[in-house]
């Protein structure tokens, strides 16, 4: 296979600044704009001329590797990835493998693309190593393909099928989407159309019928189990009143609670009790994290009540009592 060691710069690359003068007589606005005008259209050239030249080596060779200039790509509206997996600890140890190797390695697949004016590809695989070159501004390695919608969608979850850090949350979450936007009429057609077991299929489903207020509960919803999303779901149905109640408590809350814990407590499977202030303003809450009983306030429980809180526990540990 033929790699091209070539970065395709696009329509960024600048040109020499006019001399000076122009613009500012009639004569020089006119020049001044035909000159605009045409570098505009040698740019739209060249940018065809380069995507044309690629797909042409692409025909000969088969599919060479190209590196192109990452800003240059976009993100494909069908990404499956959370937006946490581009902040995770496993992102940045491929950012730096990325950076000890000068680029990505593994080539990733893109297709062409027109009617951008800021994009000449889009990502059918590869969404994680393209926004690590971009991060840290290195040719990305690609293979180009003329992939319809279709085929897009199916190389993105062929590759990631067996893979461990794609979370089922993000492959439910995926599926849904691509069945709201129309893309596939049910899951039994996503199933047969993208040759998957249509089981896993529907169980995955499940995850779309999650309220958006329960998944914004979870620090990372990628945590979330597939045996949870039953007993979430029918708990939100069964007294949504309460169920966003504690999520609003949850969100409020530093440090931000385990995921176990969290769906232990909406599910009611550790129930609190909160205390009231006047005004029925809850400042603090009476839990178990971990086996251990704690109490938890809210960030504007007042300084003085955190010292008094303090003090009895010192008089306790002190053989005091209250």
Known sequence: MLEIERTLDGPGRKRPALPDGHGTTAVGMLVGEANASLRERMKAAETKAEKMAIENQRLQDGTPNVKVDPARVRASRFAD???????????????????????NTQAAKVRPIEGDAD?????????????????LGLPFKTIIQPFTDEELVRE??????????LTPFERGMHFAKLIQEGRFSSGRELAAKLTLAPSSVRRLLRYGEIDAKVIAAFHDPREIRTQW????IKAYELDPVR??????????????????????RLTGGAKSK????????????????NGCPAIILRKSAPQALLDEIRGVIERWAKGGGP
């Open 81 to 103: 990835r959370h937006p946490a997996a581009f902040e995770d600890a496993d992102f940045e140890d491929l950012c730096e493998r990325i950076r000890y190797t000068g680029g």
């Open 119 to 135: 994009h000449d590809f889009e990502i059918a695989s590869g969404h994680r190593r393209h926004a690590a070159c971009l991060k």
């Open 156 to 165: 993105m979850v062929e590759e990631n099928i067996g893979r461990s850090d």
């Open 229 to 232: 999303v039953e007993p979430m």
């Open 243 to 264: 169920i966003e109640r504690e999520c609003q408590a949850i969100a409020s809350e530093e440090p931000h609670p385990r995921a176990s814990d969290v769906f232990q």
């Open 274 to 289: 909160a205390i009231i202030a006047s005004g029925e303003a809850i400042i603090a809450r009476v839990r178990t994290i």
